[in-house]
């Protein structure tokens, strides 16, 4: 398995992905920042350059959700680096609501970005790492494991991705391309703090008491374990045991959110 080259990171302007981007600075990888926002875009590359002044970090604004524009970045990114020998597919929005409530378009809108993106990226960036071989990793979500009240929009997305990552695995194998599958915990991002304002009274009680994971803290993790092979990563005890247990777990879990929906919604 290739060892070095550059990291390519969606999402890559703030949060889990701009500590994804840290941590594989650190480890002296080039970075590669892709984002929709220019701006954030410009601080992330100069926080990474102050704190690793040795690393190549450069930006390329996009959004992911437009193919032709991830094809041209990736691209450039390649041309101007090389191939990856890291690609981090972590773009990804989240907003809950109540099916009946929630406009169509947020449907369409995450689903585009979530998982089409990831897509996208997979597609643009596989054909330059087969050649060299590296990993390629993309972060989910617990949502990806069973149906949570008040995420019709957003689960499915999440569904979509590991069932994606589950045949790359397989089939990028033979050309050396390790792929792993993250499910961050709650993690105090900025997309955390969107999220909240969106959640029903009952979402926001089953997803209650979970913890709150630092950004930095997952993102060691995901590295950590995707650089050992490893191809599902689970951070934090509720996470794995989603994992390991989420056949299991699924009934009574559903039993408990109808419990707590039916205490929300008074029936």
Excluded: C
């Excluded at 220019?38 to 190549?56: F, G, K, N, S, T």
């Excluded at 996208?120 to 990793?137: I, N, Q």
């Excluded at 009240?149 to 689960?155: E, I, L, Q, V």
């Amino acid at each position: 398995m290739r060892r070095s080259g550059p990291a390519f990171i969606t999402g890559g302007s703030s949060g889990i992905g701009l500590a994804l981007a840290a941590e594989l600075a650190g480890r002296g990888h080039p970075v590669a920042l892709f984002a929709r926002d220019a701006a954030r875009l410009q601080d992330a590359v100069r926080e990474l350059r102050a704190d690793h002044p040795d690393v190549i970090v450069t930006a390329y604004p996009l959004d992911v959700s437009d193919r032709a524009a991830v094809d041209l970045a990736v691209a450039r990114a390649i041309a101007d680096h090389g191939a990856p020998g890291w690609a981090i597919a972590n773009a990804g929005i989240a907003e809950p609501g109540n099916f009946l409530d929630q406009d169509i378009t947020r449907f369409e809108a995450q689903m585009q970005v979530n998982y089409m993106g990831a897509l996208y990226f997979a597609k643009a960036v596989a054909p330059a790492m087969a050649e060299l071989g590296g990993r390629l990793v993309f972060v989910a979500s617990g949502a990806a494991f069973f149906g949570i009240h008040g995420y019709a929009a957003y689960a499915p997305t999440k569904f979509a991705l590991r069932g994606l990552a589950e045949v790359l695995r397989v089939e990028l194998k033979p050309h050396r391309i390790s792929v792993a599958l993250a499910y961050p915990p709650d993690t105090d991002t900025a997309q955390l703090a969107h999220e909240q304002q969106f959640k029903p009274a009952a979402t926001r009680a089953i997803t209650a008491g979970g913890g709150l994971w630092q950004p930095q803290d997952v993102a060691s993790l995901i590295v950590r374990r995707a650089a050992r092979g490893r191809f599902a990563v689970a951070p934090g005890f509720q996470m794995q045991a989603l994992l390991s247990l989420h056949s299991l777990l699924a009934p009574l879990l559903r039993r408990w959110q109808d419990g707590l929906v039916r205490k929300h919604h008074g029936r």
